[in-house]
């Protein structure tokens, strides 16, 4: 799973702002990165703030660490625009489009699976020379970073997954839905069942899915998810991809071996940083204790009032803890380092 493409790349010429259920409103760059049969969208912060520990920032990135973002099933890398400026002078943070979501366009083989996902980032990663990464998940993101961790430890500083898409025996009633979308016709007959709903509507059902209290989406933040849910309606893959996308993670949840997600879990090395949402209507809080027992030496935080998106939800919250798995990521080079 690995890539030495050069990829060929074409930024926006001006900082576009972020939309979604954002509340900070910095400006972001956008480019794309083009690889063989795979595009990719990339999101990044406009500069970034003082450093907060008195250092110094001496320009594009230099000294900050890398970082890569990875939304889960239907996000985008818009997911990540409340999250990437409060840790911009840690770490010198990208937000990818996985492909077929965000602006990503489709990948040439039609091919949505977790493994996929996670070569996508892979052959990113690689191609971009960033590795190793401070990897951040969500979702089915976090399914794939899980997997990227594994099969390439060298690409992953720290790993710190939001409430990640990773097995369930028994999976919550309010999931079922989501899950169903993986049966063949389903999307195309909720389609025609919400034919009359209108995007306000569409973007309020989501928001109640993914948040803990949707309330705490300011209106302009509400306005932009409507006008981005429209945007993606109106794509003629957005449903297939959807479909596809759904199917891969269910099949991903029934893979045994060296496959098997929490197998891979357990082969982790990166310090990993675990966020569940007690409100979390896709991911089951219950599964917390599971994940911190199967990532070795990790870390918990739970937040009761969240729900699947944490880093939307509460960013301060959510950036607080990944600085202290950066902090203590350091304190553990700084220690190896000494001995040596």
């Given at each position: 799973m690995s890539s030495?493409?050069?990829?060929?790349t074409a930024t926006a010429?001006?900082?576009?702002?972020?939309?979604g259920p954002g509340r900070h409103g910095a400006a972001?760059?956008?480019?794309t990165v083009a690889l063989p049969g795979l595009t990719l969208t990339v999101r990044a912060p406009v500069g970034s703030p003082a450093p907060q520990d008195g250092g110094a920032e001496t320009g594009a990135g230099r000294d900050r660490e890398p970082a890569l973002y990875v939304?889960?099933?239907?996000?985008?890398s818009q997911n990540w625009s409340d999250l990437m400026p409060l840790l911009a002078d840690r770490v010198d943070g990208e937000a990818i489009d996985l492909p077929g979501f965000g602006h990503s366009p489709p990948p040439d083989d039609g091919n949505y699976s977790v493994s996929a996902q996670a070569r996508a980032v892979i052959r990113y990663l690689d191609a971009a020379g960033r590795g190793p990464v401070h990897l951040i998940g969500n979702?089915?993101?976090?399914?794939?970073?899980?997997?990227?961790?594994?099969v390439?430890?060298?690409?992953?500083?720290?790993?710190?997954?939001?409430?990640?898409?990773?097995?369930?025996?028994?999976?919550?009633?309010?999931?079922?839905?989501?899950?169903?979308?993986?049966?063949?016709?389903?999307?195309?007959?909720f389609g025609r069942l919400t034919h009359d709903w209108t995007p306000e509507?569409?973007?309020?059902?989501v928001l109640a899915l993914c948040y803990g209290d949707p309330g705490r989406v300011s209106p302009e933040g509400f306005d932009a998810a409507v006008d981005e849910y429209t945007r993606r309606l109106e794509l003629p893959y957005f449903w297939e991809v959807m479909e596809r996308s759904a199917r891969g993670l269910v099949n991903a949840y029934t893979l045994g071996g060296q496959h098997n997600l929490w197998r891979q879990a357990e082969r982790v090395l990166a310090p990993t940083l675990l966020v569940y949402g007690g409100r979390d209507r896709l991911v089951s809080f219950r599964m917390a204790r599971r994940a911190a027992a199967a990532f070795r030496g990790s870390r918990l935080l739970t937040l009761p009032e969240a729900g699947h998106v944490a880093m939307m939800e509460y960013p301060e919250t959510v950036a607080r803890a990944v600085r202290e798995l950066l902090d203590s990521d350091m304190t553990d080079v700084t220690a190896d380092a000494s001995r040596s």
């Open positions: 030495t493409e050069s990829p060929d010429a001006l900082p576009v702002p972020p939309a972001e760059t956008v480019h939304h889960g099933l239907g996000g985008s979702s089915m993101g976090g399914a794939a970073a899980t997997r990227v961790a594994a390439r430890p060298d690409l992953v500083r720290t790993l710190t997954l939001i409430s990640p898409a990773l097995p369930e025996l028994r999976p919550q009633l309010t999931a079922v839905p989501t899950a169903l979308l993986a049966v063949p016709g389903i999307t195309g007959l509507r569409r973007t309020r059902e």
